[in-house]
């Protein structure tokens, strides 16, 4: 959007650049920034410390569940979510019958393509976290088999006992929204369960622990 003043810079400077004025180079560097800026938002949301893995897994099946948003408003060269391309067609004067968005629909099939395949790993893993955010609130109709499943647990006739008892107890009900629920659990009463609990809340979501640590480590290995 700042093309016109980059424009008059480079005139400034006695300077030409032939892609400042090819219109197809301009929608693709505005799809670009586009498509680049929402990538940018979604590696802003799955930053930071204290990130349970269940925000990274809503992050990322939202941004795919974006992607086919966006490939259907392309589709019908709908540009209210590309805001740099139809700026650009705008200040171009085309015309929305003008754009043709065959190229930009081919890249987004393979963004989708690549999340599915990347993180398929987190189909098997949603109903596990599911369980475990909150007990007291399971839709799965074999939590057991999810479970056990999961964590290749062998003595499911004690998961089984586990999980009655656990769904049953009021005091632990009353405490479901509690974001440190499982410090709550007995590990005496519930031996299984707690154990699973613990590994699911290990999980790294962010790799800003290992970012901290390096940037710890420069600064220690510094001048100062």
């Known amino acids: 959007?700042?093309?016109?003043?980059?424009?008059?810079?480079?005139?400034?400077?006695?300077?030409?650049?032939?892609?400042?004025?090819?219109?197809?180079?301009?929608?693709?560097?505005?799809?670009?920034?586009?498509?680049?800026a929402k990538l940018n938002e979604l590696n802003l949301k799955i930053q930071?410390?204290?990130?349970?893995?269940?925000?990274?897994?809503?992050?990322?099946?939202?941004?795919?569940?974006?992607?086919?948003?966006?490939?259907?408003?392309?589709?019908?060269?709908?540009?209210?979510?590309?805001?740099?391309?139809?700026?650009t067609v705008e200040s171009l004067n085309l015309n929305n019958e003008n754009f043709t968005a065959t190229s930009y629909l081919e890249i987004i099939d393979k963004l989708i393509e690549e999340f599915s395949s990347r993180f398929e790993d987190f189909?098997?893993?949603?109903?596990?976290?599911?369980?475990?955010?909150?007990?007291?609130?399971?839709?799965?109709?074999?939590?057991?088999?999810?479970?056990?499943?999961?964590?290749e647990l062998h003595n499911i006739k004690d998961l089984e006992l586990e999980i009655i008892n656990l769904q049953s107890d009021i005091i632990l009900k009353a405490h479901s929204n509690d974001k440190m629920f499982w410090n709550l659990v007995d590990e005496n009463k519930y031996p299984i369960l707690r154990k699973c609990a613990l590994k699911i809340y290990s999980y790294c979501a962010t790799t800003y622990n290992c970012e901290s640590l390096f940037s710890n480590m420069k600064y220690l290995k510094s001048k100062y």
Not at 65 to 78: A, E, F, G, Q, R
């Open 48 to 87: 930071g410390e204290n990130q349970h893995i269940a925000d990274m897994i809503s992050a990322v099946n939202a941004f795919k569940c974006k992607l086919v948003l966006l490939k259907s408003h392309l589709l019908k060269k709908s540009l209210s979510h590309f805001p740099n391309i139809k700026y």
């Open 1 to 36: 959007m700042l093309l016109p003043q980059i424009k008059e810079f480079i005139a400034s400077r006695g300077e030409f650049y032939e892609q400042l004025e090819n219109k197809d180079w301009l929608i693709d560097l505005g799809f670009l920034t586009d498509i680049t």
């Open 123 to 151: 189909a098997a893993l949603e109903p596990v976290l599911r369980f475990f955010i909150n007990p007291f609130n399971v839709t799965e109709d074999d939590v057991l088999k999810i479970v056990s499943v999961y964590f």
